[in-house]
């Protein structure tokens, strides 16, 4: 059976509603923004005022049924990929959906980059669950998020302490891995603190910052945090997350 990969147009597009169906159906509540953000955003991409950036959403489709979604941004001013979130419905994991749309995200993020800068982008970045975790269904789900990312090529940052800001006023931070997966080899690639922090604040300043339910103050006061934690002597790229 094939699987079709559309690019989503805009906030008026049906195949965004059937996104949506999948995205809130499909992931956890506390991984999850509410759906108006990204409506929200797709609306910014559309009117022009979503900054020096490019942004994806593509739908995944399977004997014309959506079966899954993911949404990409590309960063210029570091040449880099971050995928916000992907998202397979669940019957139908297993069977490659996840794959094609992750290939597609790397696919849009080259291009975007080679449009900009003459080159591919030297990394795509994303966040997954901590695996080391009490409640068993979220550690389950944990561990198959973190071993397909590792398959497809991300490898988890060591050495920071990195953590979602609230999606929402009454949650909690979550702690997170960052993880990486560069298009570049060594020594093209090189993971250092400077590299890192300007990837992070290209996260906060382009995704956390909209709509957030944080302050400037509170989002710079989480966002120093991170920076504050990282350990430059420490800092690589690791498939094993049992580093700590």
């Not at 996840?98 to 994303?126: F, H, W």
């Not at 497809?152 to 929402?168: E, F, N, T």
């Not at 709509?211 to 690589?236: H, W």
Request: glycine share 8%; with cysteine; hydrophobic share 40%.
């Amino acid at each position: 059976m094939v699987i079709e990969i559309a690019q989503i147009e805009g906030s008026g597009d049906s195949k965004f509603r059937d996104a949506i169906r999948v995205y809130s159906k499909n992931l956890e509540s506390y991984l999850r923004e509410p759906p108006r953000v990204l409506r929200n955003t797709l609306i910014r991409v559309e009117n022009g005022s979503y900054g020096d950036q490019k942004y994806h959403m593509f739908l995944a489709k399977k004997e014309d049924e959506p079966v899954g979604m993911v949404t990409v941004n590309y960063f210029p001013n570091v040449n880099v990929g971050f995928m916000g979130y992907i998202v397979v419905a669940k019957k139908y994991r297993g069977q490659g959906i996840g794959t094609a749309l992750y290939r597609t995200s790397c696919s849009a993020i080259n291009s975007d980059a080679n449009a900009r800068v003459g080159k591919q982008a030297d990394a795509l970045v994303y966040e997954t669950d901590k695996v080391k975790v009490q409640d068993t269904k979220k550690m389950e789900e944990g561990v198959k998020r973190l071993h397909f990312f590792k398959a497809m090529g991300g490898y988890i940052v060591s050495g920071v302490d990195y953590y979602q800001p609230p999606l929402r006023k009454k949650d909690p931070p979550s702690g997170l891995y960052l993880m990486v997966h560069p298009f570049l080899k060594p020594p093209l690639f090189d993971l250092n603190s400077g590299w890192l922090i300007a990837v992070i604040r290209a996260i906060f300043q382009n995704v956390y910052r909209v709509d957030s339910p944080l302050t400037e103050d509170e989002t710079e006061a989480f966002l120093g945090k991170i920076i504050a934690s990282i350990q430059p002597a420490s800092l690589r790229l690791v498939k094993d997350d049992d580093f700590a």
